[in-house]
Every structure is written in C-alpha cells, then in structure tokens.
T-cell receptor, first 115, second 113 residues
Framework: AQSVTQLGSHVSVSEGALVLLRCNYS??????LFWYVQYPNQGLQLLLK??????LVKGINGFEAEFKKSETSFHLTKPSAHMSDAAEYFC?????????????FGQGTTLQVKP | DTGVSQDPRHKITKRGQNVTFRCDPI?????LYWYRQTLGQGPEFLTY????????KSRLLSDRFSAERPKGSFSTLEIQRTEQGDSAMYLC???????????FGSGTRLTVV
C-alpha cells in the first residue's frame, strides 16, 4: 500500500526566506508524485508533479521539488517566500503502474509567512 | 475551460436527512473523482469514474453513499440518512488521463447538525 508522510504540520518562515516543505512516501511501485496547494475554503490547485524523467521538477509560483528515490522523498522548495504563499500544502502519491489515477494525500503542511 | 464546478458550496442539514451534491467536470475530462476532506486532514479518496462507469469505490463509501455519472458528464454524490460524522468538505476533481494532475472544484462543505 502507498502512503505519504509530511513532516511538520506547521512551518513558519519570514518573507524572503527559503521555503522547505518535507514529504516522504512509501510505494512498492514507481510512484507519480504531486504537490497541491489549498487556500482557505477553496479546492486544491496543482503546483507540480513528477512522473518520469528529470528528477527536479519546476512548478508554478516559483516552487520546485526534487524526487529522490534513494531517500523516498519529494520535498518542495521555494527560494524566497512571499506573503501570498501562505496556505496549506499537500503532497500526494499515486500508483505509477495503475490506470486509476487515485491519489493518496499526506495530512498537509500549513505554511505561515511572517512579514 | 470553465473549471470544475460544485454545487452547492455549503450545505447544512439535520441528522437523518438525505443530501445530494453535484459536480460538473471540465467538459473534455473523462475521469472524475470524489474525495472527502475533514478538518486538518488531507483529502481521502471516495470513488472514481471513467466516463459513466464507476470503476473504484473506497471502503469509506458506506451503503449510505451513492455516486452516479450519467452519460459521462456531471456527477452526483448522495448521502442518505446523514450522520454527524459525515460533516466534511466533499471535493470533486476531473482529469484527462493518468498521469495528468487533477483539476479540483471548490468543494461542498457539509455540516450535519
């Protein structure tokens, strides 16, 4: 069975500082990995995804993530935080060998950006 | 592309009543998913349609829950005899194919009192 662990339910950074949100996954098959962002009372928006190929993937709003198979990690980073980045972030994994596209989500990390 | 629409945005119902939610996916997306999200948690998979066929259901989807997607277009999720534990955000998402990411709707927040 697949699972996702997001380390740290709350992360606080200062505006302009590096953002690092941690995600570790468990999967017995090659995974597809995703990061989504959710603003209050809204649905989730796809930030970026890893399927195959280049392990460093770039997404929207200046975010990027690196797939590290040896560490079973897919951490999300952004060099310089902006106030508008304050939101909840979810890491998700799907079975790369399945055709359903079902996602298993982590519990989320709330990012607070301080002025 | 008008996105994924969900209706209603909010629903307050008394315990024991039936409720129905609607989801209109992006028109060219043949895959449609329902997820449930409780406070402080990530979304949990409920069910999946490819066109009009319901291909997978989670164990979370008890006998009180039913979902349909007639003609492979919009979808409805019905909860019968609601319980307080059903209070959650119900999210709909659509996708063109694996491994494209989903487009989520804004969700329907259900409160059972």
């Amino acid at each position: 069975a697949q699972s996702v662990t997001q380390l740290g339910s709350h992360v606080s950074v200062s505006e302009g500082a590096l953002v690092l949100l941690r995600c570790n996954y468990s999967s017995s098959v090659p995974p597809y990995l995703f990061w989504y962002v959710q603003y209050p009372n809204q649905g989730l928006q796809l930030l970026l995804k890893y399927t195959t190929g280049a392990t460093l993937v770039k997404g929207i709003n200046g975010f990027e993530a690196e797939f590290k198979k040896s560490e079973t990690s897919f951490h999300l980073t952004k060099p310089s935080a902006h106030m508008s980045d304050a939101a909840e972030y979810f890491c998700a994994v799907s079975d790369g060998s399945s055709n359903t596209g079902k996602l298993i989500f982590g519990q989320g990390t709330t990012l607070q950006v301080k002025p | 592309d008008t996105g994924v629409s969900q209706d209603p945005r909010h629903k307050i119902t008394k315990r024991g009543q039936n409720v129905t939610f609607r989801c209109d996916p992006i028109s060219e997306h043949n895959r449609l998913y329902w997820y449930r999200q409780t406070l402080g948690q990530g979304p949990e998979f409920l069910t999946y349609f490819q066109n009009e066929a319901q291909l997978e259901k989670s164990r979370l989807l008890s006998d009180r829950f039913s979902a349909e997607r007639p003609k492979g277009s919009f979808s409805t999720l019905e909860i019968q005899r609601t319980e307080q534990g059903d209070s959650a955000m119900y999210l709909c998402a659509s996708s063109l194919a694996v491994p494209y990411g989903y487009t989520f709707g804004s969700g329907t927040r259900l409160t059972v009192v």
